[in-house]
């Protein structure tokens, strides 16, 4: 059975920071971490990220968080958007992190494995924790890229990929369905 899907969020209102989530990325991929087995969610896969200490702001959380899954050094660049999950009530703020320094050491008891994923192979892996689907929307409805020296730029918002649908995996629903359901049932013509 599949989890439910968390609700995006980006009021700017959202103010209990529980976790933040960092994204990767380096051309069109992500980093993307399989959970270590003792760890809650063990052997799903999900965006880098962790839980905000008491007196922490999610920017120093997030540099620090990533620091102990991989000994690299990030600095976070764009403040994306936040989610709150819905099983657990979780607030996570996502941040888009630059890559300063350091070799990716993976720290066994929180993190099994990494990949780098396009966006579609990220929503088609299995064992994905729900989460990743919204960071991923976030972050294509988002208008900051980041360019190959690290620095951060906004861009126009581009149109929604064709493989992109807003009812939750229905793939199905089209432009005259959205037309039909905003304007009621279609009549029949005589």
Avoid at 33 to 45: E, L, N, Q, S, Y
Avoid at 64 to 92: D, N
Avoid at 142 to 157: E, L
């Amino acid at each position: 059975m599949k989890a439910a899907n968390p609700t995006i969020q980006t009021s700017p209102f959202i103010r209990r920071c529980r976790g933040v989530i960092g994204v990767i990325s380096r051309q069109d991929r992500h980093l993307l971490i399989r959970r270590a087995i003792g760890v809650p969610k063990g052997g799903h896969w999900c965006f880098p990220g962790g839980h905000v200490e008491r007196g922490e702001t999610s920017r120093r959380a997030v540099t620090r968080e990533l620091a102990e899954e991989f000994g690299i050094t990030v600095v976070p660049i764009a403040r994306i958007g936040a989610i709150r999950v819905s099983e657990s009530g979780y607030v996570l703020v996502i941040w888009r992190v630059r890559y300063v320094s350091g070799s990716i050491a993976l720290a066994p008891a929180e993190v099994a494995d990494v990949r780098w994923c396009t966006p579609c192979q990220a929503r088609s892996m299995r064992q994905c924790l729900a989460s990743t689907a919204s960071v991923l929307e976030l972050l294509r409805r988002s208008d900051v890229r980041i360019h190959p020296d690290g620095t951060a730029a906004i861009a126009s918002r581009q149109p929604a990929p064709p493989w992109w649908s807003p009812t939750r995996g229905d793939s199905k629903r089209s432009d005259s369905f959205q037309r039909d359901a905003e304007s009621g049932p279609r009549r029949p013509r005589p």
